[in-house]
């Protein structure tokens, strides 16, 4: 790309490619983070300093319980990128984290759908 040519939209103004956001970072840097985890933003919305404003929103958009696809189809960001996002706010216990309970075991879902059909 020459020093001319500038990635802009021209409603939005330049655009920041993804992989600026996360720092060319790909996994989170807490633990990882399910897709349909829920993030809840700790202690008020007094973060530090050198927190990038895509930070800021997620810690705004999360003071109420949100899930981690939401977050992503808000900020119309790639769901890899907000994992890390979200993943930084966690490593900084600014948000928590809470996962998923696990699936059922298969056996106890056929015990169900057996049941069921004998209804």
Do not use: F
């Amino acid at each position: 790309m020459s020093s001319e040519e500038q990635w802009l939209d021209e409603d939005a103004g330049p655009i920041v490619p993804a992989y600026l956001l996360t720092r060319g970072r790909t996994v989170p840097a807490s633990k990882a983070i399910d897709l349909i985890a829920v993030v809840i933003t700790k202690g008020g919305l007094a973060p530090p300093m050198g927190l990038g404003p895509e930070h800021l929103i997620i810690m705004q958009m999360c003071t109420r319980p949100t899930r981690l696809v939401d977050v992503a189809a808000e900020l119309n960001l790639p769901i890899g990128v907000v994992r890390v996002l979200v993943g930084d706010l966690h490593a900084q216990d600014l948000v928590q984290v809470e996962l998923p309970p696990p699936a059922p075991d298969a056996r106890v879902l056929l015990e169900v759908i057996t049941g069921l059909k004998a209804l």
